[in-house]
């Protein structure tokens, strides 16, 4: 399988109409390591060029205070942004970082956990905007999350120095230059330190 993609808004993802089976996306993703590949709720793929190198330190910073929290508490697993998980609307999306129980993990065995993309929406999600990002679609994204089971959501915007906090039944909230955000519900107990977000990869 081959396509040639010509004139693509450089600020936007590409999306192919193809139907593919997990072994073919898995197949396919490992053609092109350094896409972040999705597929959306219609079936389409979508294709996101690689983050620029402030997005990629802020991306890591926020999951490292999240796993180093989630190893104290001892209630989930924290994944980063190559995780996929098959959301039931069939789409399967990879969020930036992301926290799973143990509970739901147990449901699943070892072999499904290392050859499968897991049927299941994280209870927490964090998706960072980059630059090149369009806040419009990544709101639409942290709905459809929401839509999909998540309980709490995290949209973090460093240019802005903004958090939009998703919760279900409720309309987000918005914290605008906070020195930190504390979580609740399934991460009932993590804060997170903004400050190195903010200030970002300054040498």
């Not at 999240?66 to 999306?93: E, H, I």
């Not at 309309?171 to 903004?194: C, H």
Request: net charge negative; glycine share 8%; aromatic share 8%.
């Amino acid at each position: 399988m081959q396509y040639v993609l010509n004139e693509v808004p450089p600020d936007a993802p590409i999306r192919i109409g193809a139907e593919m089976s997990d072994e073919e996306f898995r197949a396919f993703c490992d053609a092109n390591p350094d896409l972040r590949i999705e597929v959306n709720a219609e079936g389409e793929i979508e294709i996101m060029p690689p983050t620029y190198a402030s997005t990629g330190y802020e991306n890591n910073e926020v999951a490292r205070q999240l796993a180093n929290w989630a190893v104290r508490d001892g209630k989930g697993y924290v994944f980063d942004s190559s995780t996929g998980f098959r959301l039931p609307s069939g789409a399967l999306r990879s969020p930036d970082v992301s926290w799973v129980s143990r509970n739901r993990l147990a449901a699943f065995t070892d072999k499904q956990k290392k050859t499968r993309f897991l049927p299941l929406c994280p209870g927490f999600i964090i998706e960072l905007r980059s630059e090149s990002d369009k806040p419009a679609r990544l709101q639409a994204k942290m709905s459809e999350w929401v839509a999909a089971g998540a309980q709490l959501g995290w949209l973090i915007d460093s240019t802005r120095q903004e958090i939009h906090i998703y919760r279900p039944g409720r309309q987000p909230e918005i914290l605008r230059k906070a020195s930190t955000v504390s979580g609740e519900g399934p991460i009932d107990g993590f804060t997170l330190d903004l400050a190195p977000v903010w200030r970002g990869l300054q040498i």
